[in-house]
Protein backbone atom coordinates (compact mmCIF):
# COMPACT_ATOMS: atom_id res chain seq x y z
CA UNK A 1 0.00 0.00 0.00
CA UNK A 2 1.34 3.82 -0.71
CA UNK A 3 -0.43 6.67 1.16
CA UNK A 4 0.00 10.36 -0.88
CA UNK A 5 0.31 12.72 2.07
CA UNK A 6 -0.47 16.27 0.57
CA UNK A 7 1.52 18.91 2.30
CA UNK A 8 -1.49 22.07 2.55
CA UNK A 9 -0.93 23.78 5.39
CA UNK A 10 2.12 26.13 5.35
CA UNK A 11 2.68 29.37 5.85
CA UNK A 12 2.95 30.50 2.95
CA UNK A 13 5.09 34.05 3.32
CA UNK A 14 5.95 34.62 -0.01
CA UNK A 15 2.84 34.50 -1.15
CA UNK A 16 1.15 36.64 1.36
CA UNK A 17 -2.16 34.39 1.59
CA UNK A 18 -3.17 31.51 1.32
CA UNK A 19 -2.20 30.31 -2.28
CA UNK A 20 -4.18 26.92 -2.58
CA UNK A 21 -7.64 28.70 -2.44
CA UNK A 22 -6.13 30.79 -5.86
CA UNK A 23 -8.23 29.98 -8.97
CA UNK A 24 -6.41 27.39 -11.07
CA UNK A 25 -8.27 25.26 -14.27
CA UNK A 26 -11.71 24.39 -13.16
CA UNK A 27 -10.86 24.52 -9.69
CA UNK A 28 -8.68 26.05 -7.16
CA UNK A 29 -4.51 25.19 -6.57
CA UNK A 30 -4.84 22.79 -4.05
CA UNK A 31 -8.22 21.09 -5.82
CA UNK A 32 -5.84 20.71 -9.29
CA UNK A 33 -3.31 19.05 -7.30
CA UNK A 34 -5.61 16.66 -5.71
CA UNK A 35 -7.50 16.38 -8.93
CA UNK A 36 -3.83 14.99 -10.81
CA UNK A 37 -3.49 12.63 -7.50
CA UNK A 38 -7.09 11.07 -8.18
CA UNK A 39 -6.38 10.27 -12.04
CA UNK A 40 -3.32 8.91 -11.51
CA UNK A 41 -4.25 6.51 -9.11
CA UNK A 42 -7.44 6.04 -11.40
CA UNK A 43 -4.48 5.29 -14.55
CA UNK A 44 -2.59 2.96 -12.36
CA UNK A 45 -6.07 0.95 -11.01
CA UNK A 46 -7.30 0.40 -14.28
CA UNK A 47 -3.90 -0.95 -15.60
CA UNK A 48 -3.68 2.30 -18.28
CA UNK A 49 0.23 2.03 -18.69
CA UNK A 50 0.31 -1.14 -20.33
CA UNK A 51 0.46 -5.00 -19.82
CA UNK A 52 3.26 -5.28 -17.59
CA UNK A 53 1.82 -2.50 -15.05
CA UNK A 54 1.22 -2.89 -11.50
CA UNK A 55 -2.07 -2.09 -9.24
CA UNK A 56 -1.70 -1.13 -5.37
CA UNK A 57 -4.00 0.25 -2.42
CA UNK A 58 -3.66 3.80 -2.43
CA UNK A 59 -4.26 6.09 0.36
CA UNK A 60 -4.68 9.97 0.07
CA UNK A 61 -4.44 12.17 3.77
CA UNK A 62 -4.60 16.00 2.92
CA UNK A 63 -3.31 18.17 5.73
CA UNK A 64 -4.98 21.27 5.36
CA UNK A 65 -6.09 24.47 7.56
CA UNK A 66 -9.26 25.22 5.97
CA UNK A 67 -12.12 22.73 5.37
CA UNK A 68 -12.85 20.76 1.86
CA UNK A 69 -15.01 22.76 0.66
CA UNK A 70 -12.58 25.80 0.43
CA UNK A 71 -10.35 24.07 -2.13
CA UNK A 72 -12.35 21.59 -3.97
CA UNK A 73 -16.20 21.82 -6.26
CA UNK A 74 -18.91 19.44 -5.17
CA UNK A 75 -18.03 16.91 -7.74
CA UNK A 76 -14.13 16.28 -6.68
CA UNK A 77 -15.01 16.11 -3.11
CA UNK A 78 -17.29 13.27 -4.37
CA UNK A 79 -14.30 11.55 -6.27
CA UNK A 80 -12.01 12.37 -3.53
CA UNK A 81 -14.52 10.31 -0.68
CA UNK A 82 -15.10 7.78 -2.68
CA UNK A 83 -11.46 7.00 -3.04
CA UNK A 84 -11.04 6.89 1.08
CA UNK A 85 -9.43 10.48 1.04
CA UNK A 86 -8.63 11.49 4.55
CA UNK A 87 -8.85 15.33 5.03
CA UNK A 88 -7.23 16.53 8.35
CA UNK A 89 -7.76 20.30 9.34
CA UNK A 90 -5.65 22.04 11.21
CA UNK A 91 -6.62 25.10 13.09
CA UNK A 92 -3.44 26.82 12.39
CA UNK A 93 -0.26 27.21 10.10
CA UNK A 94 2.22 24.00 10.56
CA UNK A 95 5.74 23.92 10.33
CA UNK A 96 6.86 21.76 7.85
CA UNK A 97 8.07 18.51 10.66
CA UNK A 98 4.53 19.17 12.64
CA UNK A 99 2.79 18.64 8.74
CA UNK A 100 4.37 15.37 7.99
CA UNK A 101 3.95 13.92 11.62
CA UNK A 102 0.40 14.96 10.85
CA UNK A 103 0.45 12.74 7.86
CA UNK A 104 2.15 10.04 9.45
CA UNK A 105 -0.80 9.41 12.16
CA UNK A 106 -2.76 6.37 11.88
CA UNK A 107 -0.35 4.57 9.77
CA UNK A 108 -1.09 0.57 9.53
CA UNK A 109 1.05 -2.14 8.72
CA UNK A 110 0.27 -2.53 5.51
CA UNK A 111 1.41 0.56 4.19
CA UNK A 112 4.77 0.03 2.62
CA UNK A 113 5.15 3.75 1.04
CA UNK A 114 4.71 7.54 2.06
CA UNK A 115 4.86 10.01 -0.88
CA UNK A 116 4.91 13.69 0.40
CA UNK A 117 3.64 15.96 -2.39
CA UNK A 118 3.41 20.12 -1.89
CA UNK A 119 -0.19 21.14 -2.15
CA UNK A 120 0.56 24.03 -4.90
CA UNK A 121 2.65 21.46 -7.31
CA UNK A 122 0.96 22.63 -10.79
CA UNK A 123 3.84 20.93 -13.05
CA UNK A 124 2.73 17.36 -12.28
CA UNK A 125 0.46 15.45 -14.80
CA UNK A 126 -1.05 12.34 -14.16
CA UNK A 127 0.66 10.08 -16.29
CA UNK A 128 4.14 11.07 -15.21
CA UNK A 129 2.60 10.47 -11.17
CA UNK A 130 0.98 6.94 -12.21
CA UNK A 131 4.32 5.94 -13.63
CA UNK A 132 6.40 6.89 -10.85
CA UNK A 133 4.02 4.47 -8.66
CA UNK A 134 4.72 1.87 -11.35
CA UNK A 135 8.44 1.94 -11.09
CA UNK A 136 8.03 1.99 -7.00
CA UNK A 137 6.63 -1.04 -7.32
CA UNK A 138 8.73 -2.95 -10.01
CA UNK A 139 11.59 -1.87 -7.62
CA UNK A 140 10.84 -1.62 -4.59
CA UNK A 141 13.16 1.00 -3.36
CA UNK A 142 14.19 2.65 -0.02
CA UNK A 143 13.42 5.60 -1.88
CA UNK A 144 12.13 7.03 -5.09
CA UNK A 145 13.43 10.51 -5.89
CA UNK A 146 11.92 12.06 -8.99
CA UNK A 147 14.83 14.59 -10.73
CA UNK A 148 15.41 17.31 -12.46
CA UNK A 149 19.04 17.06 -13.74
CA UNK A 150 20.94 16.29 -10.41
CA UNK A 151 17.82 18.37 -8.34
CA UNK A 152 15.90 15.92 -6.13
CA UNK A 153 11.52 17.50 -6.50
CA UNK A 154 8.86 16.10 -5.29
CA UNK A 155 6.95 14.00 -4.69
CA UNK A 156 9.42 11.47 -3.02
CA UNK A 157 8.47 8.37 -1.70
CA UNK A 158 10.01 6.97 2.09
CA UNK A 159 10.08 2.79 2.29
CA UNK A 160 8.19 2.49 5.59
CA UNK A 161 11.41 1.59 7.18
CA UNK A 162 12.54 5.40 7.33
CA UNK A 163 9.20 6.96 9.42
CA UNK A 164 10.78 6.96 12.83
CA UNK A 165 13.44 9.32 11.04
CA UNK A 166 10.55 11.83 9.53
CA UNK A 167 8.80 11.58 12.63
CA UNK A 168 11.65 13.01 14.77
CA UNK A 169 12.27 15.62 12.38
CA UNK A 170 12.09 19.10 13.67
CA UNK A 171 10.51 22.78 12.97
CA UNK A 172 11.03 23.86 9.08
CA UNK A 173 13.10 20.28 8.48
CA UNK A 174 11.60 18.21 6.00
CA UNK A 175 11.92 15.26 4.22
CA UNK A 176 15.16 15.64 2.76
CA UNK A 177 16.44 16.09 5.71
CA UNK A 178 16.28 12.14 5.83
CA UNK A 179 16.58 11.78 1.99
CA UNK A 180 20.05 13.43 1.69
CA UNK A 181 21.44 10.62 4.67
CA UNK A 182 21.23 7.86 2.25
CA UNK A 183 21.64 8.99 -1.29
CA UNK A 184 22.74 5.56 -2.38
CA UNK A 185 19.78 4.32 -1.61
CA UNK A 186 17.82 6.53 -4.03
CA UNK A 187 16.34 4.93 -7.29
CA UNK A 188 16.25 7.91 -9.51
CA UNK A 189 13.23 8.85 -12.07
CA UNK A 190 13.95 11.21 -14.26
CA UNK A 191 11.48 14.15 -14.99
CA UNK A 192 11.55 17.28 -17.12
CA UNK A 193 11.31 20.83 -15.75
CA UNK A 194 7.83 21.28 -15.93
CA UNK A 195 6.93 18.51 -13.25
CA UNK A 196 8.57 20.40 -10.44
CA UNK A 197 6.54 23.60 -11.52
CA UNK A 198 4.95 25.49 -8.46
CA UNK A 199 3.32 28.55 -7.51
CA UNK A 200 5.09 30.68 -4.31
CA UNK A 201 4.41 33.99 -5.43
CA UNK A 202 2.46 36.59 -7.06
CA UNK A 203 4.65 36.86 -9.75
CA UNK A 204 4.32 33.06 -10.17
CA UNK A 205 1.03 32.88 -10.14
CA UNK A 206 0.55 36.11 -13.02
CA UNK A 207 3.20 33.96 -15.50
CA UNK A 208 1.68 30.89 -15.04
CA UNK A 209 -1.66 32.23 -16.09
CA UNK A 210 -0.62 33.71 -18.46
CA UNK A 211 1.19 31.11 -19.92
CA UNK A 212 -1.77 29.09 -19.98
CA UNK A 213 -3.72 31.91 -21.81
CA UNK A 214 -5.77 33.06 -18.43
CA UNK A 215 -4.78 36.67 -18.84
CA UNK A 216 -4.09 38.78 -16.39
CA UNK A 217 -4.48 38.27 -12.25
CA UNK A 218 -4.65 41.56 -10.53
CA UNK A 219 -8.80 40.75 -10.47
CA UNK A 220 -8.04 37.54 -9.07
CA UNK A 221 -5.68 38.29 -6.82
CA UNK A 222 -7.52 41.87 -4.95
CA UNK A 223 -4.35 43.97 -6.80
CA UNK A 224 -4.95 47.08 -8.78
CA UNK A 225 -4.87 47.09 -12.26
CA UNK A 226 -1.99 48.85 -14.10
CA UNK A 227 -2.78 51.73 -15.56
CA UNK A 228 -2.72 50.45 -19.00
CA UNK A 229 -5.24 47.99 -17.61
CA UNK A 230 -7.42 50.64 -16.51
CA UNK A 231 -7.72 52.78 -19.58
Known amino acids: MVRFVVMAAGLATRMGRDKLMLPWMNTTILGYVLQTVLEAITLQKQGSLGVNSFSVDLEIYVVARHPIETYLTEDLIRTFNSYGGVWLQVPCPKPLAETIRTGLQNLNSGVQWVGFLPGDQVGMTALRLADCLQQLLRNCPDFLVPTVGDKAVSP ?11 SELQGEQGGREVLYRYPERWLKYPVEDSFFQDVDTPEQYTALLVHKGKGSVEGIMGLPKTTSESN
Do not use: Q
Open 156 to 166: VFFNRLYVPEL
